[in-house]
């Protein structure tokens, strides 16, 4: 354990070895993580070799070799990973009975309970394709998913329900719909209690001891749909496949591995650890790179009802957490809260997050207060979370970095027109590839056809990487504001500003903030003769869209906004204004 209070300089000596000859040790030939060529949508890939082929083949494993310990954790709710994987097998059988089969959509819509990854991996075991929908968003927004999908059963909890229901007509595919935790919820046809059906978490263990439907699954094949902003505002669902969530797995233990040998220590034996994840599972972010490697490595994962610091401080010191954060507006309230002292947090080792800007300040307090390494990483919806990986002393050195790409991913910088491959150090747009590069856009050929070009995504970011291999984000090409690990696409705000009848000229911005990374912030202009305050335009949006999607500020300007000569709002000047 490093003492926390100590300021970080490089050690004498590091890195002991570099980057080229740590994967040349790593990935030989018999070691965990070897690498092979496998063809994936027809394009040569290099991937894990010792990856498992399919999600229903994990939850067997991690049964067979993890059943007595502990997997979820929610207030007084223990789940073993025996317990969970009884779940799985009764949820997946009764998911079959009510008719749905390989290629289905399974959507899945509630905040972060033991129920979540029941129900996400009885769907993935049974070869259909669970649709994680984000639970912030409003009933219309989990409708548009629902019907976009064309889901035939939702799994949800009470309070996404009761914001679903009303938009039934909407969803003219959807069959069956299981309700978690439904309390005084009335169950109207078509839903039904999801305990009618396993229980709750706490007589999972109770379940009898079924096997997995047997289902030939391909690693290729899709599991996942998660939805992610598009260039017209309305989200795009990402089809995602068994191999790009299981390369999550091995990349993560491949990083941690990496890390130990630049220090010149050898690789320790493994450990059972424990995580607080607080942000939602709806997000790549926690059930690609979050959960995943839990599961394949046999660890703990501890739930919070909201994000709450005092309480994480309390879970923190109760259940020994080893590593937590998310996004850094997690990270920054764990340091600065003033009761951090009255806990002890020295179980803690690693507080890691992506998903927002982050200052590099916070890299250096994340060591001298808690004695914790930090970690970074760069990832998105469309490569299923990580493909850069920054932890420890690389992140220390490099605070302002995202990492390098992880072994069987690669990096680079192209033109803006996407015809030429430019030279180490200069920005442009970022490309990537590898297995976790999704299989493109459901149901939107064009778009996948624009983004994705030869197993490599163009991801719309603008960066730079140096000569060893270090990826800088510089700025985000695609108009996304990023609060708090929440995305939000500026022409949705921006098209529900201009509904108001006093709006004729609306721009949205992200604006600093120390904890979130940003905020949206707006400037309108009103019609000639027209009135409006910020407090009515903020309700308005807010009766539109989801509460993280309204602007914390909105200026009012007399002049129609800036524009280049193509007619594009010139958002950097506006930044200025706040």
Same mark, same amino acid.
């Given at each position: 354990m490093i003492e926390a209070g100590k300021k970080w300089t490089p050690p004498a000596g590091w890195p002991v070895i570099t980057r080229d000859q740590v994967k040349a040790a790593l990935c030989a030939p018999g070691m965990p993580f070897e690498m092979e060529t496998a063809e994936i949508e027809g394009v040569p890939t290099r991937v894990w070799k010792n990856a498992l082929p399919n999600l229903a083949v994990?939850? &067997?494993?991690?049964?067979?070799?993890?059943?007595?310990r502990e997997f979820v954790v929610y207030e007084d709710e223990r789940v073993t990973y025996a317990a969970w994987h009884r779940a799985v097998a009764t949820l997946a059988q009764a998911l079959q009975d009510r008719g749905v089969k390989k290629g289905d959509r399974v959507a899945l819509a509630m905040r972060n309970l033991p129920e979540w990854p029941v129900a996400f991996f009885a769907g993935?075991?049974?070869?259909?394709? #669970? #649709? =994680?929908? /984000?639970?912030?968003?409003?009933?219309?927004?989990?409708?548009?998913?629902?019907?976009?999908? &064309?889901?035939?059963?939702?799994?949800?909890?009470?309070?996404?329900?009761?914001?679903i229901a009303p938009h039934k007509a909407e969803m003219p595919a959807l069959q069956h719909v299981l309700v978690a935790r439904a309390n005084n919820t009335a169950m109207v046809a078509p839903a039904i209690t999801l305990e009618s059906v396993i229980g709750g978490p706490k007589s999972y263990a109770d379940l009898p001891d079924l096997a997995l439907p047997d289902v030939a699954i391909a690693p290729d094949d899709a599991v996942t749909i998660f939805y992610t902003s598009g260039t017209t505002g309305k989200p795009k669902g990402a089809l995602g496949s068994h191999r790009n969530l299981l390369t999550n797995g091995l990349s993560s233990a491949y990083s941690g591995a990496a890390t130990v040998l630049r220090r010149g220590d050898s690789l320790p034996e493994p450990s059972i650890r424990a995580s607080l994840l607080v942000i939602p599972m709806f997000h790549v972010t926690a059930c690609s790179a979050s959960m995943m490697p839990t599961i394949q490595a046999g660890h703990k994962i501890v739930l919070l009802h909201k994000w709450d610091t005092v309480k994480a401080f309390e879970i923190i010191e109760r259940e020994k957490i080893n590593a937590t954060g998310g996004v850094p507006f997690i990270a920054w309230q764990l340091i600065e809260h003033p009761d951090r002292a009255k806990y002890d947090l020295s179980s803690i080792d690693a507080i890691s997050y992506g998903g927002a800007p982050s200052a590099p300040e916070l890299v250096s307090k994340i060591y001298e207060i808690f004695g914790a390494f930090p970690g970074n990483g760069w990832g998105m919806t469309e490569t299923m979370a990580t493909v850069t990986s920054h932890v420890a002393e690389d992140y220390l050195n490099r605070p302002d970095s995202c990492g390098p790409a992880v072994a069987v991913s690669d990096l680079k910088i192209m033109s803006e027109d996407g015809t030429t491959e430019l030279p180490i150090g200069e920005v442009g747009e970022l490309w990537a590839r590898g297995p976790q590069i999704v299989k493109g856009y459901w149901n939107r050929p064009d778009a996948t056809a624009e983004t994705f070009i030869d197993g490599w995504v163009r991801t719309g970011d603008l960066a730079r990487v140096d000569d060893e291999g270090f990826c800088f984000i510089v700025d985000r090409a695609k108009d996304m504001i990023i609060? &708090? &690990?929440? /995305?939000?696409?500026?022409?949705?705000?921006? /098209?529900?500003?201009?509904?108001?009848?006093?709006?004729?000229?609306?721009?949205? #911005?992200?604006?600093?903030?120390?904890?979130?990374?940003?905020? =949206?912030?707006?400037?309108?202009?009103?019609? =000639?003769g027209a009135s409006a305050t910020e407090d009515e335009l903020r309700s308005w949006v807010s009766e539109r869209l989801a !509460?993280? !999607?309204?602007?914390? !500020?909105?200026?009012?300007?007399q002049d129609t906004l800036p524009r280049n000569a193509n007619g594009k709002i010139l958002k950097r000047d506006l930044k200025a204004l706040f």
């Open positions: 994990l939850a &067997g494993h991690a049964n067979m070799a993890f059943g007595d993935a075991v049974i070869g259909a394709i #669970v #649709v =994680p929908l /984000n639970a912030w968003w409003t009933g219309e927004e989990l409708a548009f998913g629902l019907a976009d999908s &064309g889901a035939a059963i939702l799994i949800c909890d009470a309070e996404r329900w009761d914001r609060r &708090g &690990g929440e /995305n939000i696409y500026s022409s949705e705000v921006e /098209n529900i500003l201009y509904e108001h009848p006093a709006v004729t000229d609306a721009a949205l #911005v992200g604006i600093p903030h120390q904890t979130l990374g940003e905020e =949206p912030a707006a400037v309108v202009h009103l019609a =000639p !509460k993280f !999607k309204v602007p914390v !500020k909105i200026i009012f300007t």
